[in-house]
């Protein structure tokens, strides 16, 4: 959270940080610092305050770290106003949300007057696919019990979506050797992936997850188990992906795949419990056409409930 001008410092120490660990260069680190440094001051002075999560994102052989700037904020009525140059935060190394755009490899923006900010800059390369993810603990935890993994090939794309049972260490054990059977099964059907993951967490706590691949024959296939939400969501219509209860590594009452159809423009949401599924995206057509990681934000601020783990991805 920043709520305060003390903690601008420390967001850009944060980023840098992150972005040395994971492998780029000075300049490129630097260029994190900066734009760490700006999305920072927009939330502490004009947002109200808010939250900048940051992130690295994998792009091939590359490395690109990912922040998201997330407030409830007075918005912005004339967005490209604000990142025009010569209109600045004040106080900082850059122009404002102008510098930012310029050093980002990706950059998107999503305000609303009354409603609040979302703001995505990744730095670094620029990942092939188009996807955004949000996974935060509940509040008082350090460890997340929900995760995410997304496989790619020439021929799909593969997400899996897990959701341990409760939260805090336990639940992210579960979820942990999900994701790690999960890396050794994902070329497989979401049926077989689930299937095995279900042997791997024996043991564990349990957990909810889902499968989604994505071919490029326009077609998607899908299985879940437990509380986890998909949605096709297109331009017209959105279209609910069926999961049946159980629990991975605990009971699996039944597992079955679906095949769905899969149109032109058209977005995969999934999520765990820690959303509300109160949401509708055909209500909000300039939401739709944002960036993913800006919809998962969207998604996350106005839906997430204080007392879960909080995951959602956005692929399109």
């Known amino acids: 959270m920043i709520e305060e001008e ?3 410092g420390e967001a850009r120490r944060d980023a840098q940080r992150l972005a040395v660990a994971y492998g780029l260069d000075t300049t490129q680190a630097g260029r994190v610092a900066i734009a760490a440094t700006e999305l920072a001051t927009n939330l502490c002075r004009h947002g109200g305050g808010g939250e900048l999560l940051m ?3 994998k792009s091939a052989a ?3 770290i990912e922040l998201l700037a997330i407030d409830r904020g007075r918005g912005m009525s004339n967005v490209e106003r604000c990142l025009n140059d010569g209109y600045s935060t004040g106080g900082t190394s850059g122009t404002g949300l102008g510098a930012v755009r310029r050093l980002s490899a990706e950059f998107d923006i999503h305000s609303v007057p009354g409603e609040g900010t979302v703001v995505m800059s990744r730095v670094g390369a620029q990942p092939g696919s188009r996807f955004g993810a949000v996974s935060i603990p509940v509040k008082g935890e ?3 019990g929900d995760s995410w993994a997304l496989a790619e090939d020439q021929d799909s794309r593969c997400l899996l979506l897990v959701d341990g049972l409760g939260h805090g260490s336990l639940a992210a054990a579960a979820a942990e050797r999900a994701l790690e059977s999960f890396a050794a099964t994902a070329t497989e059907t979401p049926h ?3 299937e095995r993951a279900h042997r791997t967490l024996a043991g564990t706590r349990g957990a909810a997850a889902a499968v989604a691949r994505i071919s490029q024959r326009s077609k998607l296939s899908y299985a879940g188990v437990g509380n986890v939400t998909g949605y096709v969501v297109g ?15 605990v009971a699996l009452l039944r597992l079955q795949q679906f095949e769905y159809e899969w149109p032109q423009d058209s977005l995969l949401v999934m999520h765990s419990d820690g959303l509300s599924a109160r949401w509708d995206l055909r209500k909000n057509p300039l939401l739709r056409g944002k960036h993913p990681a800006i919809i998962a934000g969207v998604l996350y601020r106005d839906h997430a409930r204080p007392r879960d783990d909080a995951t959602v991805v956005v692929l399109n």
């Open 235 to 249: 331009a017209d219509r959105s279209q609910g992906l069926v999961s049946h209860n159980g629990t991975l590594g």
């Open 62 to 64: 590359h490395e690109t």
């Open 6 to 8: 003390s903690q601008i």
């Open 55 to 57: 992130q690295p994102v």
């Open 142 to 144: 350090i460890e997340c």
């Open 192 to 194: 077989s992936i689930l």
